[in-house]
């Protein structure tokens, strides 16, 4: 078997109010080697976003074994947290959360300032150049279509070469033909660079184009499909 990129064991998490109490993962197992590409697939509400979310390092299990990259996040100060997040693992989300008063660009290199790194501006430019966006370079948001909103998002998360791409529900603001064309670039990310992705999804069709489809239901996963390596149909 291949090094691993995430190792999950028992993991569960939990949600506590004044009234009520929502178990979102109920101990969770679950291997993804580097060099994957995945799908968490099911309803709303099935623990797909709690997931990315600990993956992610942007929540902590309330127990369980977690590894990310061979590291338990789990004993990590928020610091050390956040240089994993920033370093390791780019997010794209359904909303694509560009600042609107940065070009494309300049939305690229925030995570370089993030993470006080060099601005490499060769970098950046190359990255858009990668994602199809060379020509849109010092365009704004609001000057952009919604799949070239998320080709920028994708480009801003893959800035500081992080090991890991999480992507949750990143078509979802898209048409069919943009969620389509997203796909065929993570899959090429993905053969290219090795890099390893994760994405939670509704859409069943581009869900099966992946290595591996995981369908979590109230928590739990009910189903672990290898499919293998697909053709990017």
């Known amino acids: 078997?291949?090094?691993?990129?995430?190792?999950?064991?028992?993991?569960?998490?939990?949600?506590?109010?004044?009234?009520?109490?929502?178990?979102?993962?109920?101990?969770?197992d679950l291997k993804i080697e580097k060099g994957e590409f995945v799908t968490i697939m099911g309803p709303s509400g099935a623990g797909k976003t709690t997931f990315l979310n600990l993956v992610g390092c942007l929540d902590r299990p309330t127990s369980g074994k977690l590894d990310i990259l061979g590291c338990d996040p789990t004993e990590f100060n928020e610091e050390k947290l956040s240089r994993i997040r920033v370093e390791e693992i780019g997010f794209v989300f359904e909303d694509f959360f560009l600042i609107s008063f940065l070009n494309a660009l300049e939305n690229v290199q925030l995570p370089l300032i993030f993470a006080r790194n060099y601005i490499n501006n060769d970098r950046s430019r190359d990255l858009l150049k990668r994602v199809g966006l060379d020509h849109r370079l010092t365009h704004f948001p609001n000057e952009l279509s919604g799949g070239e909103l998320q080709r920028v998002a994708v480009a801003r998360a893959l800035a500081n070469n992080p090991e890991i791409l999480l992507a949750d529900e990143p078509?979802?603001?898209?048409?069919?033909?943009?969620?389509?064309?997203?796909?065929?670039?993570?899959?090429?990310?993905?053969?290219?660079?090795?890099?390893?992705?994760?994405?939670?999804?509704?859409?069943i069709k581009l869900g099966y184009s992946t290595d591996r489809v995981i369908h979590l239901n109230d928590g739990k996963i009910e189903k672990d499909e290898r499919l293998g390596k697909q053709d990017g149909r």
């Open 1 to 28: 078997m291949r090094e691993l990129a995430v190792k999950v064991s028992k993991l569960k998490k939990e949600y506590s109010s004044a009234s009520q109490k929502l178990i979102a993962l109920k101990e969770v």
């Open 171 to 203: 078509t979802g603001n898209l048409d069919t033909k943009n969620a389509q064309e997203l796909f065929s670039l993570f899959r090429n990310l993905n053969r290219e660079e090795g890099l390893t992705i994760v994405v939670a999804t509704h859409n």
